[in-house]
């Protein structure tokens, strides 16, 4: 084991010093004024009011003790005065700055009065003195951190000694122990004062944390009930339509093939509405669970989707360039899922709001992004909308906006000048923060 030297003892001191100078010259970046953050207006305003009373108090008794004990000139012990007090304004933003002019004028004080005949009182410091320094660190410890605090206090110590004890000719007296003292006890006050605060605050933030979340599972347990709500009611129908139509060619004789054909088409659309309305349900009884595993509708499912609205009475045409096909097949799933939702939503429109009209599908590329429009014509005849509502729901078109949104793309929509309907969307291919795995959204 090697034996410390004396050089390792210097070196051990001057990492001690540079650090405690780098604690002492490095303040808080926060310069808010001491309980700036208050609500309370008269809150905000005491530390300044609290300036004020001791500056009116502590500069008339300093300036007498200083000329009464120790002779000192009337200018002479105004400055003293002032130079000490003074820093209690600048210690509500910047106590750290506040406590070095403070620790000078502590010095140059005892400099200057141990060199004059002292009357009486003590030496080297005044109770206003003791008092104001003693304030000063109590609005540092409510700022500065620990380590801070810590090096005050040693510097603190350090100035007593070095004052009394080593280059001025007076011995001190008590004055010096009960300035470490109390200095000591202020930073200690001010610390766990600082540190009340801080847990009061912390506390606070993870109650309201707490209250996002009780909400938030207030809102996942409503989802759920309302997912199986929906479940209840809408498939009750569905299944009964899907069992209705698969009996019928077998129910009713004399069926022609067409609509034996038609109703064996129906059953089935009316079973992948209900295998669909089940995935739905999975995703809103969790927002984190993946629901069915089974593979998500995209562009390559468009050319089914067409025909199934074909046989609604829809004269629907689909152009997909292959360029677009090809990048679609490339892109994120989100991508795929949103261009498909968006063309089963909008056709829906037509077959609600425009049954009859020649509709228009087309993927297009423009750019790094994909084109998605889908455009009717208005009825061959003015007919009344399937709706129950003449204005419709409107979450159609709101469903389209948030699959675009979540993508990052665009949607156009409006009524054309011949009284047809335009739906147009520009998914971007090449987003990095796609979701692989999309969520669903009822339109």
């Not at 801070?148 to 510097?155: G, N």
């Not at 059953?267 to 629901?291: D, F, H, K, N, Q």
């Amino acid at each position: 084991m090697k034996t410390p030297t004396r050089a390792d003892g210097r070196g051990f001191a001057l990492r001690q010093l540079r650090t405690l100078r780098h604690h002492l010259t490095t303040p808080s970046e926060d310069h808010t004024p001491l309980l700036g953050d208050s609500r309370r207006r008269w809150v905000r305003r005491l530390p300044y009011i609290v300036v004020i009373i001791l500056q009116a108090s502590l500069i008339p008794t300093g300036i007498v003790n200083l000329v009464g004990f120790y002779g000192l000139a009337v200018p002479v012990a105004g400055a003293l005065t002032v130079a000490q007090t003074t820093p209690l304004f600048l210690a509500v933003t910047r106590p750290l700055a506040a406590w070095w002019i403070s620790a000078a004028t502590l010095v140059a004080t005892a400099a200057i009065t141990a060199r004059h005949e002292q009357v009486m009182g003590s030496w080297p410091w005044t109770a206003p003195m003791i008092i104001g320094y003693v304030f000063l660190l109590l609005a540092l410890a409510l700022r500065e951190s620990r380590a801070t605090l810590v090096s005050v206090w040693v510097a603190t110590v350090l100035l007593t000694v070095v004052t009394t004890t080593l280059g001025l000719p007076r011995p001190g007296d008590g004055t010096t122990v009960l300035l470490i003292a109390l200095s000591g006890a202020a930073l200690l006050l001010g610390w766990a004062v600082r540190d009340r605060a801080v847990a009061r605050r912390l506390l606070t933030e993870q109650e309201q944390i707490s209250e996002v979340e009780r909400e938030r599972r207030t809102l996942l347990e409503e989802r759920a009930r309302i997912a199986r709500e929906l479940h209840d009611v809408v498939a009750h129908h569905m299944s009964v339509i899907a069992v209705q139509a698969a009996s019928a060619p077998y129910r009713i004789g004399g069926v022609p093939d067409e609509a034996a054909e038609e109703f064996t088409a129906i059953a089935g659309t009316a079973r992948e509405s209900l295998a669909e309305m089940r995935r739905l349900l999975g995703v809103l009884r969790s927002e984190e669970s993946g629901g069915d595993k089974a593979p998500q509708p995209g562009v390559g499912q468009l050319a089914q989707l067409v025909e199934t609205v074909g046989r609604a009475g829809v004269a629907a045409e689909l152009t997909l360039e292959p360029d677009a096909a090809d990048l679609a097949g490339q892109a994120p799933q989100a991508v795929g899922l949103s261009a498909y939702r968006i063309v089963q939503e909008a056709l829906a429109n037509v077959v609600r709001h425009a049954p009859g009209a020649r509709t228009w599908v087309s993927l297009t590329t423009d750019g790094p992004a994909l084109l998605v429009t889908v455009v009717n014509a208005p009825p061959p005849q003015p007919t009344e909308s399937l709706e129950a509502s003449a204005e419709g729901t409107g979450q159609g078109l709101v469903g389209m906006r948030e699959r675009v949104r979540l993508v990052g793309g665009r949607l156009d929509t409006g009524p054309l000048p011949d009284g047809g309907f335009k739906v147009a969307a520009v998914l971007p291919l090449d987003r990095p923060d796609s979701p692989d795995t999309p969520r669903e959204t009822t339109a």
